[in-house]
């Protein structure tokens, strides 16, 4: 076993375990509101109105309300969906972070709080120290088109999850193929279960392959498996594997379930 793989996946794993307990982290988030379930523009434990309104939301805000952008306000703004991290969010109440999200033209509101439960009971995540089998090359093909699947979420709700390709490689001997999207930045995304989902391990698992290279190869390193958001707080609405994606072997690798 390489020791410098070792010491590059336990800083990964310190890396993770600070991300998802950072203030702003998976952890803090106690509510997704989605607009078109309050008409009234009413969220609860959220103080003023919130409206759609063509391509963007309409906060109208009390006094002693939301903070805009760091500042107090009150009145009337559009808002867009935030797209950075969320402290960077543009509506603030006292240290929570409220974050406008728009998915398949739903439009709603997300609540982070620092203070929140989970992350004040957070204890870890159970991971499976490093092992060399489970980082085996892989060759990523796309399709020819991009693909839309309707796939069951976390909420009970069916929606579309995109996918670019199949990714391939073979463990323990056996062939493998998982459907995967290409993200903005090159790695893939892949949205897996296999035999020890939902006993061992949390029900699906998430996996980020780096970049392909331009023949298509890259490293399936299944000890990078982490939990999907939806683990660290119900109100996240991660999809579930698509078809093809649940896999009959036992992937006793990454991270496993929470403490």
Known sequence: MSSDAVVEWKQWHEHRVESVSAPYGPLALTGTHWLEDHPDGRLPGIPGVWLLDGDAVVLSAPEDG??????????????????????????????????VLVREGNWGVRDYDPDSAARRAFRGIETTPYDPRFSVPGRFTPYDSWRVVRVDAADGVRRGLGLSGELAFRLDGLEVTLQVAVQD??????????????????????????????????TVDLNRAVLPPCAF????????????????VAIEAGERTLR
């Open 185 to 218: 930045d090159g790695r893939l995304w892949a949205v897996f279960a296999d035999s020890t989902s939902g006993d061992s391990s949390y029900r699906f698992r998430f996996l980020y392959p780096d970049a392909p290279d331009a023949e298509g190869r890259t």
């Open 233 to 248: 707080a119900d109100h996240f609405i991660c999809p579930f594997p698509p078809p093809g994606n649940t896999l009959g």
């Open 66 to 99: 939301p903070t805009l952008d760091g500042k107090p306000f009150t009145g009337s703004v559009r808002l867009g969906a935030d797209t950075g991290p969320v402290d960077a969010a543009r509506v603030g109440l006292g240290g929570r972070r409220l974050v």
